[in-house]
Structure formats: C-alpha cells, structure tokens
C-alpha cells in the first residue's frame, strides 16, 4: 500500500522548535523527490522545503532559509523537516508530497496536481 504518514505537528511558541516527520511506504526515496507543503487558512498550499531522495539536494522558501533544515534518512524511508525560531506566519496545516525524479527540487516545490499527498499535520506558532 502506497501512502505518507505525517507526524510531529502541535503546538510551539516563536523561538522554539519542533520537527516533523514524513514515512514513506511504497515508495523508494532514491527514487524520489519527496517535499514540505503548508497550507494556512483561506490560503492556497505552498511549497516550504524539499529534497532529491537520491542525491539530498535542497531547496527552501526563502521565508523558511536558514531556519528550517530538511533532511532523508533512507534507511527509514522518512523525511524531516526541522523547524527552528518557528514564526506565527509558520502556522498551518504541513503536508509531505512525493513524485518520481521527473523535476528538479525547486520544481517538486511548485504543487500540482502531479504530486501524491499525506494527510497532513497542524502546526500552531503562537505565545
């Protein structure tokens, strides 16, 4: 069975920091680019950070440089995204998408239609 599974979503004040996770089955990350969506409400989704399975390639919104890290571990089949000095405008809902490696990384982080999708998981920056 196919499917991302999203976890490490709640609650963090500014400044702190929380990492999500993304698994992968069904998939082989060598041979995928897999990617950090968010979605904040009454807004459209938006690419944050993702990374070429094969070669760890990057990319990030240039909102997200420099505070948030994506890294794969393979061997586990699992995406993270370190979030650190979250902001309030980093609140919303966190999806991981995956495709084959069809596009480069900046590519995967345009969302179509294209793209499989986890279910998501919230993420709240508040004081």
């Known amino acids: 069975q196919v499917q991302l599974v999203e976890s490490g979503g709640g609650s963090v004040r500014p400044g702190g920091s929380l990492r999500l996770s993304c698994t992968a089955s069904?998939?082989?990350?060598?041979?995928?680019?897999i990617g950090w969506f968010r979605q904040a409400p009454g807004k459209g989704r938006e690419g944050v950070s993702c990374?070429?399975?094969?070669?760890?390639?990057?990319y990030y919104r240039d909102s997200v440089k420099g505070r948030f890290t994506i890294s794969r571990d393979n061997a586990k089949n699992t995406v993270y995204l370190q979030m650190n000095s979250p902001k309030p405008e980093d609140t919303g809902a966190y999806y991981c998408?995956?495709?084959?490696?069809?596009?480069?990384?900046?590519?995967?982080?345009?969302?179509?239609?294209?793209?499989?999708w986890g279910r998501g998981t919230q993420v709240t920056v508040s004081s």
């Open positions: 998408a995956i495709l084959p490696l069809i596009t480069t990384v900046q590519g995967m982080c345009i969302p179509n239609r294209r793209h499989f």
């Open positions: 990374i070429n399975g094969n070669d760890g390639s990057a």
């Open positions: 069904g998939f082989d990350l060598d041979y995928h680019l």
